[in-house]
């Protein structure tokens, strides 16, 4: 039987992918958009860390950025 893993995203911890793990490593080094927050997540070793690549035509605020208000 397959062995789902679920990932969550890095800032707001929404699930982004829910897949095999065998399926899950095949994706490895891709970034994902969370649907929840737009937050680009970089999927590396079966976790999402933040992705060093900046839209410059988006303009999203971090929970960290809302927080320090």
């Not at 789902?4 to 095949?26: D, G, M, T, V």
Request: glycine residues 2%.
């Amino acid at each position: 039987m397959y062995s789902f893993k679920s990932l969550r995203c890095y800032n707001c911890k929404a699930i982004i992918l829910n897949l095999p793990e065998l399926e899950i490593s095949k994706l490895d080094g891709l970034n994902f958009i969370c649907d929840c927050c737009g937050h680009q997540n970089l999927l590396t070793e079966f976790k999402f860390y933040k992705s060093s690549y900046n839209d410059p035509q988006l303009n999203i605020f971090s929970m960290e950025n809302l927080t320090a208000f």
